[in-house]
Nanobody, 125 residues
Framework: QVQLVESGGGLVQAGGSLRLSCASN????????MAWFRRTPGKEPEFVAS????????DYLESVRGRFTITRDTAKNMIFLQMDSLEPEDTAVYLC??????????????????WGQGTQVTVSS
């Protein structure tokens, strides 16, 4: 059974930085990709960033492009999200996801087959 465990969330002031980590207990295959979503109360999870495992192709939500960076460690089956210039609007539970690589559906939360429990990120103004 796949388990994804996120860490690194916390409370930070606007303009600050955080680095999130996600560890998988299984090897990520070359035809798969990993992603970060975020969830706020009463809303569907929102796509934040994704990275393909084989080719390292990345995709970002427009509002985080230039502020967030997704990276991967293929040897450790981990992904990271470096978040800089954080804004109060970034406050959410950040979730890690794993799924089959797909350029069309990767921003849809229903595409992904495995999810972590999430880590809370709170940005104060």
């Amino acid at each position: 059974q796949v388990q994804l465990v996120e860490s690194g969330g916390g409370l930070v002031q606007a303009g600050g930085s955080l680095r999130l980590s996600c560890a998988s207990n299984v090897r990520i295959a070359s035809h798969e990709m990993m992603a970060w979503f975020r969830r706020t109360p009463g809303k569907e999870p929102e796509f934040v960033a994704s990275i393909s495992w084989r080719s390292d192709v990345m995709d970002y939500l427009e509002s985080v492009r230039g502020r967030f960076t997704i990276t991967r460690d293929t040897a450790k089956n981990m992904i990271f999200l470096q978040m800089d210039s954080l804004e109060p609007e970034d406050t959410a539970v950040y979730l890690c996801a794993k799924g089959i690589n797909n350029d069309v559906y990767r921003r849809r939360p229903d595409w992904w087959d495995s999810w972590g429990q999430g880590t809370q990120v709170t940005v104060s103004s």
